[in-house]
């Protein structure tokens, strides 16, 4: 996934882990998460930590691409 946050100048590659939703509000959980900058460098990684997890609400995200590897 490379998941956009709103109004971040910055943006997520992850792999899917789970998802919920609850009341209303959709979370989805990604692991291997890499931040990146606009022009595609890279911020920080966890892709290489079995243990990061990121948990993210919908409502907080502009957008997501969805790729299949």
Sequence with gaps: LK???KNKDYY???HLDSYSIEKGETMICVKQQIKCDFNDNE???QE???NAYML???KEVDYIEIFDV
Excluded: K, Q, T
Aim: charged residues 0%; hydrophobic residues 55%; proline residues 7%.
């Design 3 to 5: 998941i956009y946050l």
């Design 12 to 14: 997520f590659m992850a």
């Design 43 to 45: 911020i920080y990684s």
């Design 48 to 50: 290489h930590n079995p």
């Design 56 to 58: 993210f609400n919908l």
